[in-house]
Every structure is written in C-alpha cells, then in structure tokens.
C-alpha cells in the first residue's frame, strides 16, 4: 500500500518559471513530510520539510506547501535553473517512539529547459 | 570528516551467491537505515537499526539480512533467496536532529548487478 505517491513521473519547465511538484498522502499520522534531491548515481540529499502543525515553509527558491484536509503537498522552485533538473522524492516522518521511519514516494523527474 | 560510507560502490554477482554490502558512520548516531532504489518505485525500506543489537524489517525484507555489533557499521546481505537483487542500495542515519523530523543523511549508494 503506497503511502506516499507522485503521480507525476516526470516534468519539464523553462529555466526561469516556476516548478510545482506535487505529492499525496494518506496517512494522517505523518508528523513531518520532506523532499529530497536525487542525481544519478548519487545518494538522496535533503532540500526542505515541513511540519505537519504549519501549511508553508520557505527556504530562499524552494517552498513547501502543506494541505493536510487534501492529504497534499507541493514544492515550489522559483525562480527554477538548469542545476535544479534530477529527481525529487517527497517524504513522510512518523515519530513513533523508537519505531521512526522514512516513507518515500516515487519521485518525479525534472527536467529544466535552458 | 563526519560522513557515512558505503562501500563497494558497484558489485558484480552471480545467481545463488550471497553479497554483504558495508555501510560504515562516524556521525555517532544511533539510528541507521537501509533502503533500495529501483527504477519508477522510488526508496524502499529493507532494514533499520535504532540501536546496536537491535534492528527491524521493513517493508521489503525478504531475501536480506543485517547485523548491528557496533554503533558505526550496519552491513547488509543480499542472501540468494532474494528474486530480484539487481538495484541500487542506500545506507542512511538521521543528521542532527533528524532523528525527530526525518532529516536523513545518505551514502553513496552501492549499485548490485546480478550476472
């Protein structure tokens, strides 16, 4: 049962626009929801997260958004560059007292178009 | 440098034939996770320890095996009862203060084929 899902494969953006990558969730326990950057080869490196208890958190290009009625949340790349293409995993974190574990969905693939 | 390592980076093996992956952290952290990568299923977990001696299955354990002896090392085996060994294998622990929000910290990766 997948908990975490991107239905979105893969994107393409414009160097310059903003990029939305979108992710659901269906467990409402989740206690934080994180993105990751992924180049091939390369292990996952941490971009943002957010808290369940807020609905945004913004570091410099990257937002995360969180809509915890729709079970939803979105990244936004503003403004997006050519070193942001790789793909971008979304991310559950339950606090289980010992239990904790990282739920991953399947990723998107962006690509940035020069 | 504080880090984590895994090694080797790719690994060849034939069908029937055990593999042990390493994974070694000098983050003096607890916690240490195992997940694989394969094409379009994203990271799945194999295996995580939150303290030496003690580890848990995760969701696709079947076919692997771990150990927790020492804080720094939780190597993983890929036994030849696994169908489908061939992918790519990530090591992760928590950074500081990730062991509360999920904020993990990942190797390399390690990347099995199987011949």
């Known amino acids: 049962d997948q908990q975490v899902k991107q239905n979105s494969p893969s994107l393409s953006v414009q160097e310059g626009r903003i990029s939305i990558l979108n992710c659901d969730y269906t467990?409402?326990?989740?206690?934080?929801f994180l993105w990751y950057k992924k180049y091939p080869a390369e292990g996952p490196t941490f971009l943002i997260s957010i808290s369940s208890i807020k609905d945004k958190n913004e570091d410099g290009r990257f937002t995360v958004f969180l809509n915890k009625s729709a079970k939803h949340l979105s990244l936004h790349i503003v403004p997006s560059q050519p070193g942001d293409s790789a793909v971008y995993f979304c991310?559950?974190?339950?606090?289980?007292?010992?239990?904790?574990?990282?739920?991953f969905g399947t990723g998107t693939r962006l690509t940035i178009i020069p | 440098d504080g880090g984590i390592t895994q090694s080797p980076k790719y690994l060849f093996r034939k069908e029937g034939q055990n593999v042990t992956l390493s994974c070694e952290q000098n983050l003096n952290h607890d916690a240490m996770y195992w997940y694989r990568q394969d094409p379009g299923q994203g990271l799945r977990l194999i295996y995580y320890?939150?303290?030496?001696?003690?580890?848990q299955k995760g969701d696709i354990a079947e076919g692997y095996s771990v150990s927790r002896e020492k804080k720094e090392s939780f190597p993983l085996t890929v036994t030849s009862a696994q169908k489908n060994p061939t992918a790519f294998y990530l090591c992760a622990t928590p950074s500081s203060g990730g062991a509360m929000t999920g904020e993990l910290f990942f190797g390399e990766g390690s990347r099995l084929t199987v011949l």
């Open positions: 991310a559950a974190w339950r606090t289980n007292f010992g239990n904790e574990k990282l739920t």
């Open positions: 320890s939150q303290i030496v001696n003690d580890f």
């Open positions: 467990n409402s326990m989740f206690d934080y």
